[in-house]
């Protein structure tokens, strides 16, 4: 193992030290970082208790494992404090769960809807939601244009699961049908980290963005026309914001890219 990435585990053995409150946890996640490097991952599910009393259930699986450096850690989806209202959310891409227990507990978010193809990923998530008491709706399915079923590619890596003309067949549901589930209410925030189908999703139907204030994500411009995806988003008055903005004063300061409603923030 290089020595950098051994500097980098160790980093992240105290910062996780610090947000569980326990020596024991955080040795153990940083033996599992080092397992996993060495081809020993496991279905096994391991747990985490953190400091505010939240359980995360995981697998030492190189996907979960930079998940969680990623979300509680590095806290990648935090939110720009201009975004008051926090109680609609949609998480796109739910992968077992942790970014939608992360943004309901840090934020208090508590109408939600979760859409995740990968069937053990759903089955890991709903136990994370359970246990911490987070209500949501879980749709076992991947999101697109339209319901209706489409092929998706399972990966070794937890979070690298696509849509894919190979595979297996799995149910596939529109923003449409998960919108319903809202009443009719605007949806303060969309996650959405769906592996490079973000054309895919945006490609037709996208009357639902009209309900949508702020989205945060991960684009894929390996896979993907970014560019498509910014166009139809602006179609819908929802304008991009690239992540790592907020150096400067009244800037959104978020870390991931984000789709902001047009007249929510006024970053002149």
Known sequence: MRLRNLISILSECAAMRKQSGSSNAALRYATNQLLVRVAAKSSKT??????????????????????????????????????????????????IGMTTLWLAKEY???EIVVVEPDATNASLLRTNLDTNGVGAKVFNA????KDGEINFASS????RGRISSEGVTVPMVSMPTVTEYF?????????????GGEEFLVSSN????????????????EVIDVRKVISAFADRELVYHPGNAGVRKNELGNFMDMFVRAGVFDTT
């Open 156 to 159: 070794n890596c937890s979070n």
């Open 206 to 221: 996208c009357g639902w963005m009209d309900s949508i204030n702020c989205v945060i994500t991960e684009l894929h411009p």
């Open 46 to 95: 391991q747990k985490m208790v953190f400091r505010d009393g939240t359980v995360l259930n995981y697998r030492r699986n190189l996907g979960d494992l930079q998940s969680i450096r990623e979300i509680w850690l590095e806290r990648h989806y935090r939110l720009p404090v201009w975004l008051k209202q926090r109680k609609t959310l949609v998480d796109l891409g739910g992968n």
């Open 108 to 110: 208090g978010f508590s």
């Open 142 to 145: 991947a999101i697109g244009p």
């Open 183 to 195: 009443r009719g209410d605007a949806i303060d925030l969309v996650k959405l980290d769906i592996e």
